[in-house]
Each structure stands twice: as C-alpha cells, then as structure tokens.
T-cell receptor
Framework: NAGVTQTPKFRVLKTGQSMTLLCAQD?????MYWYRQDPGMGLRLIHY???????AKGEVPDGYNVSRLKKQNFLLGLESAAPSQTSVYFC????????????FGPGTRLTVT | QQQVKQSPQSLIVQKGGISIINCAYE??????FPWYQQFPGKGPALLIA?????SEKKEGRFTISFNKSAKQFSLHIMDSQPGDSATYFC?????????FGTGTRLLVSP
C-alpha cells in the first residue's frame, strides 16, 4: 500500500498562473482533506470531501477549488496563483469509523513568485 | 468557536527530561482529541488520541492528560530522547474534520 500520495512534490509558479495538485489514496477512505501549513499557523483546512462527488469548504477556501470525481482522488486547483498561496500543502484521508486518525501525504511545497 | 490554542510555540528539553505541551479548546461538541507528530519534510502522523470521557491515556513514554471541566488537555513525553525532536500538533475532532493547534517545535538536546 502506498497510502496517501501527492503530486507534484515541488512547484514554482508565477503570479497569475494556474495549477492542480493531485492527491491519491489506496486505503478506500471515504473522507479526504486539503490543508496548508504555514510557519506559526499550524495546519489550516482548505477544503474537504466526505465522499465521491461531494466537497465542502474549510477554514481558508478562498482562491482554491477542489473536485472529487473518484473516491481515491482529490484534486486541489489554484486558478490564479498569488504570492499569499506560497505554502506547503498536505492531503489527508480517513475513514468514517475513526475520523480523528487522518493519514497524511508527504506534502507539496509551492512557491508563487 | 472552533479554535484550539496550543502552547508553547517552541520547547527545548534535555535528554531524559519531561516535555509538556498544553492545549485548550472552546467547543464542547468535539468527540476526540488526538496529537500528531511531524518530522521535517514529512506529513504529520497520529501519535496518540483520547476521548473526552477519559482523564488520562498512556502509550509508552507518551501520555495525554485531559481536563474536561477546564477544557484543556496536554501531552507529556517522559524520558525525552533526541529522536523525539519534531513538531507536535494537538487537535480536536468533530463536525467531520479536525481543528489543529498551531504546533510546538520540540528540540531534545543530547
């Protein structure tokens, strides 16, 4: 089992460019999450999904969109990147039985110049 | 209010000492209180978790103490080792998601 994987690992964007971050999990988990991690601010929830075809906003959703067309994949999109979106992005997944135990991917380090 | 407040921001402990990290929450509807450990360049991983109807949970050198009336919980790391040097996040589970504290960077000096 690969667990939770994220693509790409690193990316540099210019302001205004767009990109999609891909998260994949092979644990048949129902719930998936996207977080951003910034120094001194912990992990902040961007968007999440409780099942295929469903998405919901988290704490900091502005400037991001998501889609969950397949149960195992959760995509995070930046339509017009801004320097404020420079961060490390983590994807996580979990089951309905133990929602406090989230499994995290290795992260994507994004720099917007 | 769904905030979880965590302190201290950073902590230096000598090898063999006790590391203590504190968290406080507001919302009484949270149903689980996990702690996550994160090493540099890695994603966080669950370390230990406690339900609000339990006052203490111990797993090896790691113990969660939970005070429901004060809405506070803490992580104690006994006999701290250099390999415990990492960032620790407390969290509260509820409403289909986790709310994380801001993290504590622990350095255990040899």
């Amino acid at each position: 089992n690969a667990g939770v994987t994220q693509t790409p690992k690193f990316r540099v964007l210019k302001t205004g460019q767009s990109m999609t971050l891909l998260c994949a999990q092979d644990m048949n988990h129902e719930y998936m999450y996207w977080y951003r991690q910034d120094p001194g601010m912990g992990l902040r929830l961007i968007h999440y999904s409780v099942g295929e075809g469903t998405t919901a906003k988290g704490e900091v959703p502005d400037g991001y969109n998501v889609s969950r067309l397949k149960k195992q994949n959760f995509l995070l999109g930046l339509e017009s990147a801004a320097p404020s979106q420079t961060s490390v992005y983590f994807c996580a997944s979990t089951t309905t039985r133990a929602r406090y135990e989230q499994y995290f991917g290795p992260g994507t380090r994004l720099t917007v110049t | 209010q769904q905030q979880v407040k965590q302190s201290p921001q950073s902590l230096i402990v000598q090898k063999g000492g006790i590391s203590i990290i504190n968290c406080a929450y507001e919302n009484t509807a949270f149903d689980y209180f996990p702690w996550y450990q994160q090493f540099p360049g890695k994603g966080p991983a669950l370390l230990i978790a406690i339900r609000p109807d339990v006052s203490e949970k111990k797993e090896g050198r790691f113990t969660i103490s939970f005070n429901k009336s004060a809405k506070q919980f803490s992580l104690h790391i006994m006999d701290s080792q250099p390999g415990d040097s990492a960032t620790y996040f407390c969290a509260a589970s509820g409403f289909q998601k986790l709310v994380f504290g801001t993290g504590t960077r622990l350095l255990v000096s040899p």
